[in-house]
């Protein structure tokens, strides 16, 4: 097709930064299809039915119009060059019909001159019209949804007709309309400001905190899923407790986590759970901002409202999303908002109102969609527990979401490390035997303070409290008296530590070890003493780190099945005995390999890497 080589020719032009933009920018829709090998295959992919059904709902109202004004003008080139055929007389037979249908120009493939597309909508001569078409265009070609041909014509997607036809763009608006301003303002606009910027700010901590206590109860006790797919009620209502919030707002939290890839489903012989990953413990070492990052990112792009449960469904979490209107309408929403006067703050404007201003931002996904109110109302709720609203009035928070990206956080990260303070590094002891950090403790502080402490409350200032049985669980973990008063005396903010929590680490260690339990794989048995001597002088066996605990008794370090084999190696022969004391008939184990699946697809390799290769075909 010529649309598909123009819009080939176009993306051979850019360089593998601006390819890389491009394939990152459509990462959602093109992840259903097998990763291109060449460019004419991206082309293809990029103007698929299948991918213009998800893209078009992330287009505003001038690009839409654009495209929609575009695509009638090339059909009627189209319909003049090739005139279409008169309807067959009544009674023709059902293959006349058939043929007169199909020679219908339904396809927009012909190319139309610029001017052609300008005039179409009422933007023929300078003014603010043309100049929105002007931007519009210049998006169309940056997302590869229109290209244009060596003489300056525009070409659109075949299809666009076809996925339009069914929506009533209205009459083409150059510019976003703006929300009202509040008939009277309880405060004048600094005071506002300051406001909405305080409840983010306690929004964001709050989040922090629950966030902190939600992966780590997950940490200590993975949640186990139903049979059927998602977190069972009980399990909702365990979490929810722990990490001190709703159950709808745990939901939204499981939900963000597991699209942050802190979390992970992974099958055990018992069912699939959820636990953290690996991430999980790089997230630790972070800052509170920091650690937020993945989750409000995940959140712009999540294919669900975890919070909304309509038409009586079970509420559940952990569930792949099929909600593909949802990062659409938060978008608008938001942009919406952002559009504010800046006096409105504490003065939410009526949903319809609201919902009317945002369809210019996403026309596709709020005209017309069906329980739009309710799903409005769910994620202006979300978004205000994400710190990203506050007082009805978008935060600088939200502000800084929508000019970030998954692959630019930047405006995300300085907006959080300007809003949450830095983490502590010490702590304010006290002779009750508790520790005080009065604001968020650094990971290497409270890993410290968790180790040898119960931690007792949450909020701006968290509490520890020492007690025999924290103090002796550092002390298992294989710190010794001296070396953790050390610790806690550097991280005291008050100087010396207090006498009773000195006396209570002592005292502790004291009893500490008085009886050891030794840690065994087998033991070796014989009567022969001579026999249990050489055993644990070979040096073939050091491996095994034999120890003689008896004159007649080996402790192995290795489990049997490993003593055994190093024995035979050696020279040996030994025997395998059970508990009772008599003697055990070895089988040879069957092995069996393990079922792979498919290799991975080419699809996860970075956005760069596959630009490159795509232009070096």
């Keep these: 097709m010529e649309g598909l080589d123009t819009l080939t020719r176009s993306l051979a032009q850019r360089t593998p930064e601006e390819l890389a933009a491009l394939l990152a920018r459509h990462a959602e829709a093109l992840s259903r299809r097998p990763a291109p090998t060449r460019l004419r295959e991206l082309a293809t992919a990029l103007w698929s039915y299948e991918t213009l059904h998800h893209t078009v709902l992330h287009l505003d109202h001038p690009r839409l119009q654009l495209l929609a004004a575009t695509a009638r003008v090339s059909q009627d080139l189209a319909r003049r060059a090739a005139p279409v055929p008169a309807v067959p007389a009544a009674g023709a037979d059902y293959q006349s019909l058939m043929a007169h249908r199909l020679s219908f120009p339904d396809l927009a493939a012909e190319p139309v001159p610029a001017e052609e597309a300008y005039r179409a909508l009422g933007a023929a001569g300078p003014g603010p019209a043309r100049e929105a078409v002007t931007a519009a265009l210049e998006l169309l070609y940056e997302d590869g949804l229109a290209a244009p041909t060596e003489d300056g014509a525009i070409v659109v997607p075949p299809r666009i007709p076809q996925l339009l036809a069914a929506h009533d763009l209205g009459v083409f608006a150059p510019t976003a309309p703006r929300l009202p301003a509040p008939e009277a303002a309880s405060r004048e606009t600094g005071a506002a400001m300051a406001s909405v910027q305080g409840e983010s700010q306690a929004a964001a901590s709050t989040l922090a905190a629950t966030l902190d206590r939600l992966l780590a109860s997950l940490a200590s006790q993975p949640a186990a899923l139903r049979k059927t797919g998602g977190l069972a009620l009980r399990e909702i209502k365990r979490l929810a407790k722990a990490a001190g919030t709703t159950e709808a707002r745990t939901r939204l939290l499981l939900d963000l986590v597991l699209a942050a890839d802190l979390i992970a489903l992974t099958r055990t012989p018992a069912g699939i759970t959820a636990a953290p990953t690996g991430a999980y413990d790089d997230w630790l070492a972070q800052t509170p901002g920091e650690r937020l990052v993945p989750v409000l990112t995940a959140w712009a792009t999540l294919w669900s409202i975890p919070t909304y449960t309509p038409f009586g469904e079970t509420p559940t979490a952990l569930v792949r999303g099929e909600d593909r209107h949802a990062p659409a309408l938060r978008h608008a929403l938001l942009k919406a908002l952002s559009t504010a006067p800046a006096d409105a703050a504490g003065h939410l404007p009526d949903l319809p109102v609201l919902l009317d201003a945002a369809a210019w931002h996403r026309p596709l996904a709020v005209s017309g969609e069906p329980l739009a109110e309710d799903r409005a109302t769910h994620i202006l709720d979300e978004a205000a527990f994400l710190a990203l609203t506050a007082h009805g009035a978008l935060t600088p928070l939200g502000h800084a979401l929508l000019a970030a990206s998954p692959t630019d956080p930047a405006p995300l990260s300085d907006a959080l ?65 001296t070396d ?77 099945a490993a003593t055994l084999e190093a024995l035979r190696d050696a020279g040996y022969a030994p025997a395998l005995e059970f508990e009772s004391g008599t003697a055990s008939v070895e089988r040879v184990p069957r092995h069996r390999a393990a079922r792979t699946g498919s290799a991975p697809s080419d699809q996860v390799n970075k956005p760069l890497a596959l630009a490159r290769r795509l232009l070096n075909a």
């Design 484 to 560: 953790l008063l050390d610790a806690l005396t550097e991280a005291s903010a008050t100087g010396p530590l207090p006498q009773p929590l000195t006396y209570l680490v002592q005292d502790a260690a004291r009893a500490h070890g008085r009886m050891r339990v030794l840690p065994t794989g087998c033991c070796i048995r014989s009567d022969d003493e001579a026999l249990v001597r050489e055993l644990a002088a070979h040096r073939a066996l050091q491996a095994l780190g034999l120890r003689a605990i008896a004159p007649t008794v080996l402790i192995s370090a290795q489990p049997p």
């Design 417 to 481: 490390r300007d809003l949450l303070p830095q983490p502590l590094q010490q702590a304010h002891f006290q002779a009750d035997l508790t520790a005080v950090v009065p604001g968020p403790p650094s990971a290497a502080l409270a890993d410290l303070l968790t180790s040898a402490a119960d931690r007792e409350s949450e909020g701006h200032a968290v509490t520890w409290r020492f007690t025999p049985a924290s103090v002796r669980r550092a002390l298992d973990s294989g710190r010794d008296a």
